[in-house]
Every structure is written in structure tokens, then in C-alpha cells.
């Protein structure tokens, strides 16, 4: 395969992809010194979006959620595992303002809203409600047989849908609990702090308050950065250069924080205020790439989830479909460059 061009996808989620090829254009530029060109996904005809979840394209990089590509490596796509990063965004279990239930505890034999979405190539949305509940509950000491999960239709094409789509993630839910139909939601990132300024709706649990309760492993914890197996074994430098710019705009963003804001307002569909208050407060610091064994261990801690619960098709072993090379020569490249 003669390496011309690329395409490149990037989850609403914070990170240092998004960073990389907005920057002015930081990434379009190291590529142009190699005769290559960068493009979006997204800009691309709808018809080619739902390569952003099940990875039919043999010259992509997505940085974003972590269970559209499990799925897809469990289903046999050609995708190497290049990068993992935290980057916690707050959630909550809410309730309405108005409701009795002050506490997880209280929610035994309630109704709990999980949206499904019967028409997604892979319910990522689903997994991640059912996975937020599954770990409140759990640190309460709520068994799941003692809540009743509802479930509310939220059919939405996230292939081919609006790009600004998914900051609404949440808001079949919302109706659901405000209308009265469930006792409680799962919330998190800008759209939880949205529709707490709302008023109508307050917090009975935040999962990720205490860290040393609740690892908040979800879709966007860890991140993943991934790559088509194809693209990696014909074309490794342009692998590398990619992890490259996105380490390069992690390290730029620890000193541009105004900067990181700006486009992360824009990435996250939200105001400043939204982003600010759903990340921790030194979010700009963490944004860079690794493959570390705790990262490992988290993302193995998804996988089993989305394999005990009916997600994947089969099982996989994690630890061989991470690919460290690309991401060690990466930072070599950048020591040497220093």
C-alpha cells in the first residue's frame, strides 16, 4: 500500500488527537513534510462514518472511546492497540430534584434508565450507562438483580448522524427520569454538569469523587488510540510520526491552558464553564499517550465487562494486541529532537 493519505477520527472525549490536528493544523503540517495527506473522517461522505466503529479501512488512526474498538478487535477487524490515556470526566447517578432517594442504597427495586439503541453498529452508549450503574451499585454493596434496569429506546446513527450529535449522549434518559418513567439516570462529562444547572435534577452518587473506592473505568477511561494493522506494518514511520504530534500537543497543552480550553469547548460541545467544572482541574497535564501495565489492567478490566455481559462475540488476550513499538520511537524521536 503506497502511503498518500490517511484517515483520522476523534471521539468527543478530550484529547490530545483533537489537540494535535487543531492546533493550527500541527498535524496536517508534519504530515505535508512527508507527502502525506491527513484527512477527517468526518468530512468525508456519511456513508464512510461507520468505518469511525467498525474499522473497515485499512489507513486509520481513532483516538476516542475504548468499546468501539474492543468490539471490533473481538470481531476480527485489523487493529493495533497504540496508546491508552486517563482522563477522567465527572459522572453521577441523578436523580430528580424532587425525589425522596438521596443515596445508591435507596435505589433497590427502582427503575433504572439504560438507553438501547437497537439500530448501532456496536451500543456503545449502553455498555457505558449499564457499566456506570453496575459500578455504583457495586460500591454501595446493590446487587444489579436488586434495581430494575428500563430500557428506553434511543435510536440514533452515530455513523452517520450530525458531528455534534453525540453532546446530546444522555438526553433520551433525561426525558425518561423528568417525565417520570425511571427513578434514576447515569450521567457524566458536560451534558451531567448541564443538566445539573438545569435544577431539576440533583446528584445522589459521583463515581469518580473517590478514587480510592472507584477506578471510574468506562468508554472514555481509558482512551484508546488505535490503528489500522495494515497501515502499521506497511507504513510504521507514519504510525510514529502520529503518536509524535499527539505526545507533541500533550506537552504544548501543559503550558497553553487557555488554549487547551478553547478547543476543548469545541471537541466536548460545551461552554467553558461546562468543561471546566466536568474535568479535573489540571486536565490540560494529562492528555499524553501511554501503554503502561496499569493502563493495561484497566482497559482488561472493560473488556472482561463488555464480555460478561453479551458485547463481544469472544475474548482476546489485550496484553498481545498492544503494540508498544510505535509509541517507544515516538518518544525516542522526541528525546533526540530535545
Known amino acids: 500500500m503506497s502511503i498518500q493519505e490517511f484517515r483520522y477520527t476523534i471521539c468527543p472525549v478530550g484529547n490530545s488527537s483533537f489537540l494535535s490536528a487543531n ?79 438521596d443515596s445508591v442504597e435507596q435505589l433497590r427495586g427502582l427503575r433504572l434508565g439504560v438507553p438501547v439503541n437497537a439500530d448501532a453498529i456496536i451500543d456503545f452508549y449502553r455498555a457505558t450507562v449499564e457499566h456506570g450503574f453496575e459500578t455504583a451499585l457495586a460500591a454501595r454493596g446493590v446487587a444489579a438483580a436488586e434495581v430494575e434496569f428500563t430500557h428506553i429506546p434511543a435510536n440514533i446513527s452515530f455513523s452517520s448522524g450530525s458531528p455534534d450529535h453525540k453532546g446530546n449522549l444522555g438526553q433520551v434518559e433525561a426525558d425518561a427520569l423528568k417525565a417520570g418513567k425511571v427513578d434514576a439516570i447515569f450521567a457524566g462529562g458536560v451534558f451531567a454538569q448541564r443538566l445539573l444547572a438545569t435544577g431539576e435534577f440533583k446528584p445522589i452518587y459521583e463515581l469518580s469523587a473517590d478514587p480510592e473506592l472507584v477506578l471510574p473505568i468506562n468508554n472514555s477511561y481509558p482512551n484508546t488510540l488505535t490503528v489500522s494493522r495494515q497501515l502499521a506494518e506497511e507504513a510504521p514511520e507514519i504510525v510514529v510520526e502520529y503518536i509524535k504530534q499527539t505526545l507533541l500537543a500533550a506537552k504544548w497543552a501543559q503550558n497553553h491552558y ?81
Open 258 to 338: 487557555p488554549e487547551v480550553l478553547e478547543l476543548f469547548t469545541r471537541q466536548l460541545h460545551g461552554t467553558p464553564g461546562e468543561v471546566t467544572t466536568s474535568l479535573p482541574i489540571n486536565f490540560h497535564k494529562h492528555l499524553a499517550v501511554n501503554l503502561s501495565e496499569q493502563a493495561l489492567l484497566a482497559l482488561e478490566g472493560q473488556k472482561r465487562f463488555l464480555y460478561d455481559h453479551g458485547y463481544l462475540s469472544k475474548d482476546f488476550d489485550l496484553a498481545k494486541w498492544a503494540d508498544d513499538r510505535f509509541l517507544k520511537a515516538a518518544l525516542a524521536e522526541i528525546e533526540q529532537d530535545a
Open 23 to 101: 492546533r493550527e493544523e500541527f498535524l496536517q503540517a508534519a504530515f505535508e513534510k512527508r507527502g502525506v495527506k491527513p484527512t477527517l473522517l468526518q468530512s468525508l461522505p456519511r456513508d464512510q462514518w461507520h468505518v469511525h466503529f467498525d474499522y473497515q479501512d485499512p489507513a486509520l488512526f481513532r483516538e476516542g472511546g475504548n468499546i468501539p474498538p474492543i468490539w471490533a478487535k473481538s470481531n476480527d477487524a485489523d487493529v493495533v492497540l497504540i496508546g491508552l490515556a486517563f482522563l477522567p470526566h465527572r459522572t453521577f447517578l441523578l436523580v430528580r430534584n424532587d425525589s425522596n432517594v
